[in-house]
């Protein structure tokens, strides 16, 4: 098994999330468990996996699904 890109989620709180076509989905504002939440704006959030990341510059973190699968995470 590989390692998981992001070892200490702390670091990446705040950071900005782009997905696999580089749209800027928004915020990490909270993580827990298998998944991070984004928010969007005032009023969309995501609760992504964090499978579906695929690196963290430093200052992006950048996923590997496009922003099409990304609405399937949306939070109702």
């Known amino acids: 098994m590989s390692e998981p890109v992001i070892q200490h989620w702390e670091r ?4 900005n ?3 696999k076509d580089r749209i ?3 915020n990490v504002i909270s993580e827990s468990g298998e ?5 969007q704006g005032a009023s969309r959030e995501y609760n992504i996996p964090k499978a579906t990341v695929e ?11 496009p922003f099409s699968e990304v609405q399937r995470y949306k939070i109702a």
């Open 35 to 39: 998944t991070f939440t984004v928010m």
């Open 55 to 65: 690196g963290f510059d430093g200052s992006e973190l950048y996923l590997s699904i």
């Open 12 to 15: 990446v709180i705040h950071k």
């Open 24 to 26: 800027d989905i928004g």
């Open 17 to 19: 999330v782009r997905s």
